[in-house]
């Protein structure tokens, strides 16, 4: 994973004096990176509002948030607004942002996530539907610590077919009946699949 | 206490924004009164995460950053306006996700008759179907299969069916393979909150022919 990082840091991530200043310190850049060092980051800038601080999170997150949202179909412009949004939001609700509730990962994903679904409700009805599906107030259970690189390793061993059908779900934000129809697999398999998916990848994280 | 929860398939899916709007509804009702649920949401966020930071970043275009930072300084100034928090009353009984839409009390609602025993109110939601329904108690729905996925929140009194008993806060998650005919089973009669993604698939030829008109 890490050197996965450094070689796309190396060659394509746009980087702020700061964040350059900072990773002469660290010859990997891996403290900017780890996600301690974001929440972190994440709680100063709540705490302090600090514009070189925001600069630092937006160029991690930014880059990562547009690969995210186009692969789930947003073309490039609308991607790259919906980023913006969700960094701007990221600013202006920072100070709600509890490190002990959640990575800092998890909570700007949140935001782009309901941001993303806000956007295809209104693209594909006229209809702005008031549900709240992601209210804010729901309820967070205590942090768990999950070791990333252990569902990453969980995510590699799994059968090519499952492994297929969690990508769909999380990168090209399809439904149950859609992937059942690109597939063309019946939907009760699709979700025993995903079942199967999620509780041999659950089994992994859980692993100390 | 619950005993039937939706599927991990649908917690993953949700998790991940990919639900179809109206079961995203019911999963986030269920998940208002459902710690366990709530957890594998997390778990599934978690790997959510994990699948993210795979992801090739893309370069932002060349004034981007510097766009937003200079928004920063007017999304200051702007004070924000403290949410008050909306009271709930203590007996409330609409459900969380749907409480700025519907307001507080089932009763309250304008229910359409659809046939005897059976009552329905349906919500708005985009491509997918979202209702509410009551069944008086000892009446019987049509047995009935579907053509895509149905999630099934019981918000009062209890039905039951060929998979077993729902109860207040249990969800059936059922797959398009199953046939079944709910039956209201408690005194107080049986209101559920109803996601689906296709249409109902009716067995007899007379609700067949009704479906049109309950937009089943």
Not at chain 1, 3 to 30: I, Q, V, W, Y
Not at chain 1, 179 to 193: A, F, N, R, T
């Amino acid at each position: 994973m890490t050197d996965h990082d450094n070689r796309n840091g190396h060659t394509e991530t746009p980087r702020s004096d700061h964040f350059a200043s900072k990773s002469k310190m660290a010859p990997n850049n891996s403290i900017t990176k780890t996600p301690d060092k974001l929440k972190q980051s994440l709680a100063d800038l709540g705490r302090y509002r600090d514009k070189q601080t925001f600069a630092l999170l937006y160029d991690f997150f930014a880059p990562r948030l547009k690969s995210h949202l186009m692969s789930k179909g947003a073309h490039g412009e609308m991607a790259e607004e919906l980023v913006q949004e969700t960094m701007l939001s990221v600013w202006k609700n920072c100070k709600s942002y509890d490190p002990d509730k959640s990575a800092a990962s998890t909570w700007i994903f949140r935001i782009a996530r309901n941001l993303w679904i806000d956007r295809l409700r209104k693209e594909k009805s006229n209809l702005l539907s008031p549900l709240d599906n992601y209210p804010e107030s729901s309820f967070v259970p205590a942090m768990k610590e999950f070791d990333s690189a252990k569902i990453k390793s969980a995510l590699k061993s799994l059968p090519q077919q499952q492994a297929q059908l969690v990508y769909k779900v999380y990168y090209e934000g399809k439904s149950h009946r859609e992937i059942s129809e690109d597939m063309d697999m019946p939907l009760g398999s699709v979700k025993s699949g995903l079942r199967l998916a999620f509780t041999k990848l659950r089994n992994q994280m859980g692993e100390v | 206490m619950t005993t039937h929860h939706p599927d991990l398939s649908t917690l993953m899916s949700y998790s991940a924004g990919s639900l179809p709007d109206a079961i995203a509804t019911v999963v986030a009702a269920h998940l208002s009164l459902c710690d366990h649920c709530s957890c594998h949401v997390q778990e599934a966020e978690q790997i959510g995460i994990s699948l993210l930071e795979q992801l090739e970043p893309t370069p932002m275009s060349a004034g981007a950053k510097d766009d937003i930072l200079s928004m920063l300084g007017e999304t200051t100034q702007a004070a924000e306006p403290a949410k008050p928090e909306p009271h709930v009353p203590d007996d409330a009984d609409v459900p969380s996700p749907l409480r700025h839409l519907l307001g507080h009390y089932l009763d309250d609602l304008h229910w359409k008759t659809m046939a005897p025993g059976l009552k329905q109110f349906i919500l708005p939601a985009a491509e997918s179907n979202l209702r509410l329904l009551k069944i008086a108690p000892g009446t019987c729905m049509p047995s009935h299969g579907h053509t895509g996925s149905e999630l099934t929140l019981v918000l009062r009194g209890s039905y039951s069916d060929e998979l077993g008993r729902f109860c207040a806060g249990d969800v059936a998650d059922l797959d398009p393979d199953i046939q079944h005919q709910p039956v209201a089973d408690t005194h107080e009669g049986c209101i559920c909150l109803i996601a689906t993604d296709a249409p109902l698939r009716f067995n007899g030829l007379v609700p067949r022919l009704l479906q049109p008109f309950f937009q089943l």
